[in-house]
């Protein structure tokens, strides 16, 4: 068997290349193969297992023989007829014995008859496997060639397509070359026009420049007087300040001594609590301003990084317009040497379309070729899959042989049927899964590469089967073990209820030893109580004593009570007059400070105004330069244009004196309105720079304002830090009055409560033990009509023992005389026993 199983392991390794219906196949024979060795080992194990039961009942018979031998020989037989018809049991049951081993002996033969005719059977279908396996694989090894073949024509057909693809894009990129040198000629043309018009726009730009200029002027003047009247409107404020502080420092120190300490604590501890909230707010709020302020100061940065930078590139459009002068002059020749690779494209263009055709021509053979060499295959493929057809049924056909072959072993055991059952119900999924092949083979005649995917579709359904019945085999064993778990857990069950019922009888015996010691221990228990009702009686009488006494406490300990509400009512009048005055204060003092914030606010919108026209200004000033350096280049490219037909006009000799003087005219004009437009630029830039000036100013003033107002608020921090500790001091003393007040009604309540605990305590003592000494007596008298019944019980019991120990020994006395008569009787049946072995 293991020979068996490497060489099906060295088939899988040779399969492997093969087609999937073929592998198909060849996993459906090597299931099979599975099968029967299983087959096989539960024959062997059958086998084994009745060879064990024949030497048990050889066994049995050579031991019954032996105990046979024994008897005669320890017992003389007097006749012949006595020994036949002790031994004819033993005889009958050796000779059944006989037969039924050599019934199972014939089965064993016939089922391993049929099992070697199975093995041939399922032989001779592999070779015919095989031999259609290797049809296939020749076929397939064709199919390849011929896949080759049109891979190789195929990869022709792509080069001429890449090669056509290339030489077109070569024309369009040259038309494209062609079409934008013209473009680039005409818009050439266009910008010497448009010189004029740029001159006139630089003009009017330079009169909006010196507008916003004024207007700059006139919005910083406007921003040093607003700076002013803050400057003015702070130092009122802060004067007000120090006043508003010194009044509520007053009121503060007339309201802490007419004040009670509670109310005190908590006023000045909410006054605390708004005075953070402030302070927090305030201090986001300058946080935020300090914030705009820094952003505001990298943004002018940033604009002078960027005029900088503006005054770089003017000078690097400058030596560009430089550099495209001359790329225009190397740009005329490579047009003209561009036309002449133009007219040669074209020619070989001309060359190329005729190539063309004749790949064309070819391409045409080549597909009728392959298209040949396509029908071929499917035909091939047709008669190939006729031939796995043919050996399929043949396949299956010699299942159905198995298949009766393994309904006659099924009649032979039930163990081998069930195993029968099983190889019936995988042979049907495998005439299933053949069907469906069947049916996808009619498919792959049509389309071959629909059959290759159908293939694995089903190969893929045949593994699922396979995973299927695994999962059906693990449920079985899953459900077996579930069996034996509940089986283990009935046994469990059932030691538990013996367990149970063993503590059940030992609890019988427990209640009733503990029923005895709670008689004894209830009758010492009426002692003690007896003797406690006598101490609580004197008890009674001292607490009696002791109520009176707290009562009277309590009585001196509500007129203080009293005394102390009273006090504590003229301060919640004084403290709600300091509350009133404090909240006008705080009302005076927020409405002050919203309006210093709106000040600041509106100061700084006028702030950012004025640094968006800075912005503006900036701007403007850049598009003046922008259009001052196009109207430079401009007029450069008039000046290159002139000397260029300067230089043409040379040749003509008659017109060169007029053309000459025309053409000076126009430079020296051209010339003035250079200079002029280099002044302008100029006076420009001496405007940019008193403007920076001004904003240089206007933001130093900004930042005075901004030192007065860190001093207003290290000033504003010092008041807070001063009132902060003076209201922590005033805290301290409050809280130390409140600790020795709170302290002294802690210890009148714990007095006056402990005491009303006391007398209640002692009231329900006294009602518990009234009760106590009620059910005890009751429970006295009880235990003396019970006492009573026992002692009767007692003198009856005590009756009833005497007369069962009377009857105790006249029982034993019958007993002793029955003893006598059996061993007399005994005696006698020994006698007769022996004279009857004897006889």
Same mark, same amino acid.
């Given at each position: 068997?293991?020979?068996?199983? /490497? ?9 492997? &290349? ?10 459906l024979?090597?299931? #099979? ?40 020989? !320890?017992?003389?037989i &007097? ?9 004819? &049991? ?19 033969? %016939? ?7 199975t093995?041939?059977?399922l *032989?001779?279908?592999? %070779?015919? +496997? ?5 049809? +296939? ?8 060639? +011929? ?10 057909? /792509?080069?001429?397509? =890449? ?8 024309v369009?990129? #040259?038309?494209s ?16 026009e ?26 910083r003047?406007?921003?040093? +007087?607003?700076v002013?009247? #803050? ?72 604009q ?19 550099? $495209? ?8 020749e ?11 494209l ?5 060359a190329?379309?005729? !190539? ?10 080549e ?7 396509? $029908? ?5 493929r ?11 049924s ?18 032979s ?15 049907? =999924? ?37 995973? !299927? ?27 538990? *209820? ?16 503990r029923k005895?010691?709670? !008689?004894?221990?209830f ?11 006598k ?16 009562s009277?406490? *309590? ?50 919108a006028?702030?950012e105004?004025?640094?968006q ?16 350096s ?29 053309v ?39 933001s ?52 006056i409560q ?53 009857q ?21 049946l ?10």
């Amino acid at each position: 068997m293991q020979v068996d199983m /490497d060489i099906d392991e060295s088939r899988d390794a040779e399969m492997e &290349p093969l087609s999937p219906d073929v592998a198909l196949a060849h996993r459906l024979t090597n299931r #099979l193969r599975k099968e029967r060795d299983d087959a096989l080992r539960h024959y062997d194990f059958l086998k084994m297992e009745m060879k064990f039961k024949v030497e048990s009942l050889e066994k049995e018979l050579r031991d019954t023989e032996a105990y046979a031998k024994s008897l005669e020989n !320890r017992t003389p037989i &007097p006749s012949n007829e006595y020994s036949s018809t002790s031994l004819y &049991p033993f005889r009958q049951a050796a000779l059944v014995s006989s037969l039924v081993l050599h019934h199972i002996q014939g089965e064993m033969q %016939w089922q391993q008859d049929e099992l070697m005719s199975t093995g041939e059977s399922l *032989l001779t279908t592999e %070779w015919k +496997l095989r031999q259609a396996e290797g049809r +296939l694989q020749s076929k397939d090894g064709a199919l390849e060639t +011929l896949q080759k073949d049109n891979a190789s024509l195929q990869e022709q057909l /792509d080069a001429t397509e =890449e090669e056509l693809s290339a030489s077109r894009n070569q024309v369009r990129d #040259l038309t494209s070359r062609i079409a934008s040198l013209e473009q680039m000629t005409e818009r050439e043309k266009r910008s010497h026009e448009d010189i004029g018009s740029s001159l006139a726009t630089v003009e009017a730009e330079l009169e909006d420049v010196s507008r916003n200029l004024a207007n700059a002027e006139s919005s910083r003047d406007s921003l040093a +007087l607003q700076v002013t009247h #803050l400057e003015q409107d702070l130092e009122k404020t802060q004067a007000e300040l120090h006043h508003a502080e010194a009044r509520y420092s007053e009121l503060q120190a007339q309201q802490l001594s007419t004040m009670s300490s509670s109310g005190v604590t908590r006023s000045l501890r909410d006054q605390i609590l708004e005075l953070e909230q402030r302070i927090l707010r305030r201090t986001e709020q300058i946080g935020l301003h300090q914030h705009d302020i820094k952003r505001l100061e990298a943004n002018l940065r940033l604009q002078e990084d960027r005029v900088t930078e503006m005054t770089a590139e003017l000078e690097v459009a400058d030596r560009e317009r430089e550099a $495209m002068i001359e790329d225009c002059e190397s740009t005329r020749e490579q047009r003209n040497e561009t036309l002449k690779k133009c007219e040669e494209l074209e020619e070989s263009l001309e060359a190329m379309e005729g !190539r063309v055709g004749q790949l064309e021509g070819q391409r045409d053979l080549e597909v009728q070729s392959l298209v040949e060499v396509i $029908m071929k295959g499917a035909s091939m493929r047709r008669t190939a899959s006729k031939a796995m057809l043919s050996s399929l049924s043949r396949h299956a056909q010699a299942e159905s042989q198995a298949q009766s072959h393994l309904h006659a072993v099924d009649s032979s055991s039930s163990e081998t049927h069930s195993e029968i059952k099983r190889l019936q119900e995988i042979v049907e =999924e495998k005439n299933c899964a053949l069907q469906a092949l069947e049916s996808e083979r009619d498919k792959a005649v049509a389309n071959a590469r629909t059959a290759s995917e159908s293939l694995q579709t089903a190969h893929v359904n045949s593994r699922a089967t396979t995973t !299927r019945f695994d999962d059906l085999r693990d449920e079985n064993s899953s459900l077996q073990k579930e069996i034996a778990h509940l089986r283990t857990d009935l046994q469990s069950k059932e030691n538990e *209820l013996f367990s149970l019922q063993q503590e059940y009888e030992s609890w019988k015996l427990r209640d009733a030893e503990r029923k005895a010691d709670d !008689r004894s221990r209830f009758e010492v228990r009426i002692e003690k109580l007896e003797e406690e009702c006598k101490t609580l009686h004197e008890t009674y009488g001292d607490l009696e004593r002791r109520h009176a006494e707290t009562s009277e406490e *309590l009585k001196r300990a509500n007129e203080q009570v009293d005394e102390y509400v009273l006090s504590t009512s003229k301060r919640d009048t004084l403290e709600r007059e300091l509350r009133n005055d404090s909240e006008t204060l705080r009302q005076r003092y927020e409405q002050e400070t919203k309006q210093l914030q709106d000040e600041l606010a509106i100061a700084r919108a006028d702030l950012e105004d004025a640094k968006q026209q800075h912005v503006d200004l900036e701007n403007s000033h850049q598009e003046t330069l922008e259009e001052i350096s196009r109207a430079k280049e401009a007029i450069e490219t008039q000046l290159k244009s002139a000397t260029s037909r300067l230089n043409a006009t040379l040749q003509a000799e008659g017109e060169l004196g007029t053309v000459r003087a025309q053409y000076e005219e126009q430079v020296k004009d051209l010339e003035e309105r250079l200079n002029m437009a280099s002044n302008d630029v100029d006076s420009i830039s001496q405007d940019r720079d008193q403007v920076q000036e001004k904003y240089e100013q206007s933001s130093q003033k900004l930042r005075d304002v901004e030192f007065q107002l860190t001093e207003l608020r290290n000033r504003y921090d010092s008041g807070v830090k001063d009132l902060r500790e003076r209201l922590a001091k005033a805290s301290a003393d409050l809280e130390l009055a409140l600790q020795g007040q709170s302290e002294r009604d802690a210890t009148l309540r714990s007095t006056i409560q402990r005491l009303e605990e006391e007398a209640t305590v002692s009231s329900q003592k006294q009602v518990s033990l009234d009760a106590e000494v009620i059910t005890l007596r009751e429970q006295a008298a009880h235990l003396d009509t019970k006492l009573a019944a026992l002692s009767g019980e007692r003198e009856t019991l005590s009756k009833e023992y005497d007369e069962l120990k009377t009857q105790h020994e006249r029982i034993l006395q019958e007993l002793s005389n029955s003893k006598a008569n059996g061993d007399d009787h005994l005696v006698h049946l020994t006698q007769e026993v022996d004279s009857s072995a004897q006889i």
